[in-house]
């Protein structure tokens, strides 16, 4: 499978994006090397290969839930610089 540039003119049109004569070629050979890798790696027999979670053998040290005194609402609500009864009020920010 390879792209043509008339592929590429359609792909860069639903993106949004738009390229000189240079960088058109220049994208072009990119993604078609991309696609080429894609295909070369399809030729790999993973059968027996177990998927990655993970790149490295690490594993996360999770702690155990415990149940603790949380903090209260007069407590949350004593150091916010603006609020009104119940809530914290911040600055508007969708118009």
Do not use: C
Not at 43 to 68: A, H, W
């Amino acid at each position: 499978m390879s792209i043509n540039k008339e592929t590429l003119e359609k792909i860069a049109h639903l993106a949004r994006l738009q390229f000189d004569e240079k960088s058109e070629e220049r994208m072009l050979k990119d993604l078609n090397n991309m696609l080429s890798f894609v295909e070369k790696l399809q030729e790999l027999d993973t059968d027996n290969i177990e998927p990655l979670q993970s790149m490295t053998f690490e594993s996360n040290q999770l702690r155990e839930d415990k149940v603790k005194e949380h903090l209260s609402h007069e407590d949350g609500m004593k150091n916010a610089p603006k609020k009104d009864a119940d809530y914290f009020r911040v600055p508007k920010v969708i118009e």
